[in-house]
């Protein structure tokens, strides 16, 4: 017979938890971005790209945390959506540049006070030093 010790409790696993927190944070985003039809993942590539300026579709997915077949659906449907182009690159014409046009600039600003209030909303629950203690453990987690 298995003691209290040996117990596996779901609710106290960090994988149950981190999902768990994970749904929260994803039914407030669709809440949120209803409107402007944007995956999580559209909107860190719309939110990178004005913040970091032109970059290769590679580089991008690594600041984003995609693997390259995720990186390249979502450049294009944002490429259809006509929120992102490519480029030749100045320094080397074969390489090729994402950026954000012009719709996709003004998208981009529009959105970061939404992606503001939905992290808020998130974290909600929590006091200011909670919150903060949060962020730098899950920094430290990946």
């Known amino acids: ?33 209803a409107a402007f039809d944007l995956t999580p993942l559209q909107f860190a590539v719309l939110m990178k790209l004005q913040a970091a300026g032109p970059l290769s579709q590679n580089h991008l997915g690594r600041l984003t945390a995609m693997d390259p ?13 006509r929120l992102v182009m490519r480029q030749p690159s100045p320094e080397d014409r074969r390489r090729k540049l994402l ?13 970061k006070e939404e992606g503001r209030a939905i992290s808020e909303a ?15 453990l899950l ?4």
Do not use: C, K, W
């Not at 990186?71 to 490429?79: F, S, T, Y």
């Open 139 to 142: 920094a430290r987690l990946v």
């Open 122 to 136: 998130t974290l909600a629950p929590l006091t200011a030093r909670e919150r903060r203690q949060l962020l730098a």
């Open 69 to 81: 077949n995720t990186a390249q659906g979502v450049i294009l449907r944002l490429l259809r959506r």
């Open 1 to 33: 017979m298995a003691s209290a010790d040996d117990e596996y409790v779901l609710e106290q696993q960090v994988g149950h938890l981190l999902r768990r927190a994970n749904q929260r944070h994803t039914a407030l985003f669709a809440r949120h971005f």
């Open 99 to 111: 950026s954000l046009t012009e719709a996709g600039a003004a998208l981009a600003s529009r959105l």
